[in-house]
């Protein structure tokens, strides 16, 4: 009888262009439900694929610091977020969603 060999998946390792890098943290914000923690992981995902050296770098933030803050573990502050998506090079788009009242 053969035996199955599995490897992990890492969504790093197929984040390959800047496309591919927004359109996986477009589906994850879409999945996220308002999990701040699960957002902060796909960053995490997309910094690890650009290098986590250069992030940190380009974020003015320790790469000890953004492994802790971008593991998913728990929720970073919002200024940390901010730093992240600046050196990722992510622009913002915001669109209108149903109102309050129609939830």
Same mark, same amino acid.
């Given at each position: 009888?053969? !035996?199955t060999r599995t490897t992990n998946y890492d969504v790093a390792e197929h984040l390959r262009t800047?496309?591919?890098m927004a359109a996986y943290l477009e589906a994850c914000l879409e999945e996220a439900n308002g999990d701040a923690a699960f957002i902060a992981k796909a960053l995490g995902d997309i910094a690890r694929a !650009?290098?986590?050296s250069q992030v940190a770098r380009d974020?003015?933030?320790s790469r000890e610091s953004l492994y802790k803050a971008l593991s998913g573990d728990r929720s970073p502050d919002f200024d940390?977020?901010?730093k992240v998506?600046?050196?990722l090079g992510i622009k913002w788009s915001f669109k209108a969603?149903?109102?309050s009242a129609a939830l």
């Open positions: 009888m053969t !035996k800047p496309e591919e !650009k290098g986590m974020s003015g933030l940390t977020i901010l998506v600046a050196a969603g149903p109102s």
